[in-house]
């Protein structure tokens, strides 16, 4: 019976500390990566701006290839929606292109249902460094509520890398 009371008391004592920590942890979270693609900006532009060609680069849709799509409205248009129900990996939720500045800005609407429910905002957004060189930004950026910001501590790490890697498929597809 000891055992299980200290066996209980350290369970609750974790779960303390994790809930004082979180009261110190932000909200708030931004990630943003760079790369820069041997190709001109307009023609870089021109295949992100399409949200069904991250199929092919972007490494959350890559997850699952069984995952199930749907789409409403036209895409590589404000409005356009891309609904996805995949596995525990890749979750349930959709995206929503909210503006687009031609040639420049793609900023989305990311909306999770699970594993986690949640609403954050990504942009991709293309400079020309040359005539053949296009530096591509992607940021996401969201809010955690009290405890799940908890998580916070790990995001930037772990959508970073992810955000990185995408951006590499993107530039491996673009270069080739």
Not at 126 to 144: C, D, F, H, L
Request: hydrophobic letters at 40%; proline letters at 3%.
């Amino acid at each position: 019976m000891n055992v299980l009371k200290i066996i209980l008391f350290i369970i609750v004592a974790i779960i303390g500390l994790v809930l004082i920590v979180a009261l110190f942890v932000k909200n708030d979270y931004t990630i943003e990566r760079e790369v820069v693609i041997n190709k001109p900006a307009a023609e870089v532009f021109d295949y992100i701006r399409y949200v069904k060609n991250q199929d092919h680069y972007n490494k959350w849709t890559m997850t699952d290839p069984n995952m199930k799509k749907e789409f409403k409205g036209s895409d590589g248009t404000v409005g356009f929606v891309y609904a996805w129900d995949g596995n525990d990996k890749a979750g349930k939720g959709e995206q929503e292109i909210t503006k687009i500045d031609s040639g420049k800005e793609l900023d989305l609407e990311i909306r999770f249902v699970k594993p986690f429910e949640g609403k954050a905002q990504a942009k991709m957004i293309t400079k020309p460094i040359s005539e053949n060189q296009t530096v591509v930004y992607w940021s996401m950026a969201g809010r955690s509520k009290y405890p799940m910001n908890i998580t916070n501590l790990f995001t930037g790490a772990m959508l970073g890398k992810d955000l990185e890697a995408s951006l590499l498929n993107l530039k491996n597809i673009l270069e080739k």
